[in-house]
């Protein structure tokens, strides 16, 4: 495994200058002991604008402010008022559109993500699942999915995911949670059809390509960590165990990951899934598997859980309470919680209420909330000074 400790690393291939966030001045070292110093627990490149901004803006918030800048929520509706007024009210950091949220049209979608939109200076992170084929909310998307692709060279998942993130920064979504990093050569196993590749290798190669290609329009996020590949169910319904050991999955299914990051994926998604030679918790609630995702393969992007419904619909009596669970993923090293399957217009204000109790209880250390939300403001801020999903995009057709 390798032990990397990337200070302010250029993510070359979405021009995403991505450090992590003191709310002193900007230095590139660690302090030996920054909690103690009561610092958030991580540091930033002294030339990364969008980061130094976030921590004075995240420094003037309260702990409920905080506490809504890192959910993501959604309702299920197309009407552009309606959506408004959600975001408004909640103040949450982030919307992910689904399929209920897609009208017939580019042009009705585009009038939809303007809404959910009050300051273009600082649009929530409007995301969508995107993968093309099996899983794709834009019933437009004729680009190739990795049904396809893990038989084609890289250069075609580069090619396809730069045309899909062309369609995202037409319709002004900024942030695509489409790239599967998963990895498995079964084709019974659940995530088969969706992943990239077969081999970790092979897989590494297009998660790079995919992300090289759609870079540049959209923001992209490796999903499910630390691999569903080898963890057979669906997390949708379950929480699928892995027999992996962690020097095993270093040599395997870290791989796709690993490559992903290194190609300047900005966004992390963290899946249902036990690894229980690593940490019986479910990864979204674990500590040990944020601090590999940092401290070894050198992560320092926006961390967010795959949709916490999914945890309750486990059926697992641990998992019932959504905001249980949300507090418990900030805690554990989530930057951002995702609430869809069982939320309602209520879900989000709840989370965020739950996330700031949990601050004053002492439950969630304030610095951990000040570092989640100073690395979702830097990404938004960051979108919102590139245009992308802000501003039509002329020049950008699809390509293939």
């Known amino acids: 495994m390798r032990a990397l400790r990337r200070l302010g690393a250029c993510a070359v291939a979405g021009g ?6 003191t709310t002193a001045p900007a230095v590139a070292e660690e302090s030996a002991d920054p909690d103690a110093a009561g610092a958030v627990v991580v540091t930033v490149a002294a030339d990364d604008a969008f980061a130094a901004e976030a921590a004075a803006r995240v420094a003037t918030m309260s702990t409920r402010e905080r506490a809504a ?25 982030g919307f992910i559109l689904m399929g209920a949220n897609v009208p017939g049209s580019e042009g009705e979608l585009r009038a939809l993500t303007a809404a959910l939109t009050a300051d273009p200076a600082l649009p929530p992170l409007i995301a969508i699942d995107q993968e093309g084929g099996d899983v794709s909310r834009l019933p437009w998307d004729s680009f190739p999915s990795a049904v396809t692709l893990k038989n084609e060279p890289p250069a075609a998942a580069q090619d396809a995911f730069a045309g899909r993130a062309a369609l995202l ?26 992943a990239l590749g077969t081999t970790p290798d092979a897989a590494a190669e297009r998660v790079a390509a995919a992300v090289t290609g759609e870079g540049s329009e959209a923001a992209s996020t490796l999903k499910h960590f630390p691999g569903h590949g080898s963890a057979p169910g669906d997390s949708h319904a379950g929480i699928p165990v892995s027999g992996l050991t962690l020097d095993a999955w270093s040599s395997t299914d870290a791989a796709p990951f690993a490559a992903g990051i290194d190609a300047g994926a900005p966004l992390l998604m963290f899946g249902h899934l036990s690894f229980p030679a690593v940490d019986a918790a479910p990864a979204t609630l674990s500590a040990e598997w944020h601090r590999i995702a940092r401290e070894e393969l050198g992560f320092t992007g926006v961390s ?5 419904g999914m945890l309750q619909a486990s059926g697992n009596p641990a998992y019932a309470d959504s905001t249980a669970n949300a507090v418990a993923a900030i805690a554990a090293g989530s930057d951002m919680v995702l609430a869809i399957v069982y939320s309602s217009a209520e879900t989000a204000p709840r989370m965020v209420d739950g996330i700031a109790a949990a601050v004053d209880a002492g439950t969630i250390a304030p610095a951990r909330l000040e570092e989640a939300a100073t690395r979702v403001i830097a990404l938004r801020l960051q979108l919102g000074a590139d245009g992308r999903g802000l501003m039509p995009c002329a020049d950008c057709a699809p390509v293939g």
Not at 16 to 21: E, K, P, R
């Open 304 to 308: 967010i859980t795959d949709d916490l």
């Open 69 to 93: 800048t890192v959910v993501m929520g959604h309702i299920p509706t197309t009407d552009p008022a309606a959506l408004a007024g959600y975001m408004q009210s909640t103040g949450i950091g």
């Open 169 to 194: 920064q037409r319709a002004g979504i900024g942030v695509n949670f489409g790239v599967v990093a998963d990895t498995t050569s079964d084709p019974s196993m659940f995530i088969y059809r969706r």
């Open 16 to 21: 995403l200058f991505w450090g992590l966030v």
